[in-house]
């Protein structure tokens, strides 16, 4: 059974950094790309970044750009998103998701991910 599980959420200050981690069980993930996504009170969820199977190619949307830093640990199965100078409209739930395929990262939307997490919560406080 496939299972994705996000940890490293919590509370921390504007200006702040977190590191959320998602480990993948159930099967070998080498050949799948992993996008973390968000939800806030109120919003539809968004992609904030994505990385290709290989980890050659990675996507961060706008907002996040040169603050938050998305990588993979094949050998752990693991996906982490370090987040730093967090800001208040940061908070969310955090996802991460897997997609099967030797598939870029720009394509890695939330349309095509194969498989979820239950979400680690992201509070910034300002």
């Known amino acids: 059974q496939v299972q994705l599980v996000e940890s490293g959420g919590g509370l921390v200050q504007a200006g702040g950094s977190l590191s959320l981690s998602c480990v993948a069980s159930?099967?070998?993930?080498?050949?799948?790309?992993m996008g973390w996504f968000r939800q806030a009170p109120g919003y539809e969820r968004e992609r904030v970044a994505a990385i290709s199977w290989s980890g050659r190619s990675t996507y961060y949307r706008e907002s996040v750009k040169g603050r938050f830093t998305i990588s993979r640990d094949n050998a752990k199965n693991t996906w982490y998103l370090q987040m730093t100078d967090l800001k208040s409209e940061d908070t969310a739930v955090y996802y991460c998701?897997?997609?099967?395929?030797?598939?870029?990262?720009?394509?890695?939307?939330?349309?095509?991910?194969?498989?979820w997490g239950k979400g680690t919560l992201v509070t910034v406080s300002s």
């Open positions: 159930g099967r070998a993930f080498s050949s799948y790309g």
């Open positions: 998701a897997a997609k099967e395929g030797r598939i870029v990262a720009a394509d890695l939307d939330e349309g095509r991910m194969d498989y």
